[in-house]
């Protein structure tokens, strides 16, 4: 995922147009983090509907600030959750912190260069 | 313009928010469940929602049942709800849209179709709300008007039993043809009977009898005689005109004019010789005089007013009684040429009249059936 668009541009400068903007990014760090957190103990528990619940909570928040990639792995977790087949649900995960990661880190850069 | 919107999201309603701010839509109340909303919706006090834009996918109540719920509650069936989806829920929708759902947006919401769906909500909302509002007004007008109609109904009516009694007391008073005419046209009525027949009657030594009895008990047996007197009159198909202290006064022939009044007048005269004969057995005697000619009948004044006669017939009639004999009929020679054919009269010879100079009277006898060879057989006599 190296390289790719992480943010979408279009919507994060239309956000940032807002007066709220800034709020409404801080609001998704802090909304997406507490949903990593169950979607964490959801895959330690195997449960498929909190997974499902919480990738498309994840997934629909990341749509809202251009979080593409964020967006689609919580969709593909999502649907692992959907049909109960969660033996990639791990790896999935993990790949899914890794991409928020990196979210949070262009939104802090974002921050900084204001 | 308030509009309620439903999600679990902080993110996703303040991204909404802000983007209906942008639009001029302030006042949003922002709630995180649906048990919020409808708990706002119930109360009576809650200011009114214009539109409802309600998360689908919600943990515990979700946005269908919260729709079905809030379509259950009386003031809120108007309030369109857009539903806000996810691209992979539109399998949902069609539930949605049973649950009475309205419209929905795909998240994140591209503002044009944000507004235009917002604003297509909207007016039909307004819409409704102004077709409600017409409704009840014509509902309240409607109301109104049964009432004013329910009211003139009651007015009608209690002016109905007004009339009615009024009808029959004039009725009392006048004939009916006369009162009839009078209720048309009120003013002096008075029409010229070129041919009818007057009578009066005096009870004879009246006065000195009601220095004797106490002025109660000569009321009532004047109220008797004179009671008889009418029921005669009418058997006879005659006019009572009026009482005058302890006379009598009839008319045969008016308002309805009649081929036979000298002989229906005749017979009432008779019929009170006889009466009288009966009940008091010449303790009481009434004296009687017939005239025929024309008269003016009519109602004049403006108040207790009266049928009444005028003209010189009724003066001569007058004076047939007060010039006749106790116990009998007297009569004009111009009655009787009306009677002579099948009454028995005796001439009686000429009186001085004030201001008739002589005339020719007679004295009814009877009718010539109860005769035998002109004479009373002694049975009646």
Redesign the interface.
Known sequence: MEGQIILDST?ITR?LQ????R??LA??VE?AGGMLQTLETAVSHANPQLIR?AA??L???S???GAVHVNTLS?ALEQLGRQEQLETADLLFNQLCGEFERVKESIRQLENQR | MKILMVDDSPLQRLALASLLEVEGYTDVLQVESPLEALCYLRQETADSIDLILMDLNMPGMNGIEACRQIKTLPKCQDIPIIMVTSSDEMDDLKHAFAAGAMDYLTKPPNEAELLARLRSALRLKQETDRRKAREQELQRLNGRLEQVLTNLAEQHHMLQLEQEKSERLLLNILPSSVAQQLKQSPGVIAERFEEVTVLFADIVDFTPLSASIPPEELVNLLNDIFSLFDHLAEKHGLEKIKTIGDAYMAVGGLPMPMENHATAVANMALDIQCEMNRLFNGRLQVRIGLHTGPVVAGVIGKKKFIYDLWGDTVNTASRMESHGLTGNVQVTEATYHHLKDHYLLEKRGTIQVKGKGNVVTYLLLGHRRDFVNDRLPTFLG
Do not use: F, N, P, T
Not at chain 1, 18 to 21: D, H, I, L, Y
């Open positions: 919507v956000i807002r007066q709220s903007g709020h409404l609001l998704y909304e619940e498309h909570s997934k629909s928040s749509a809202y600030v969709a």
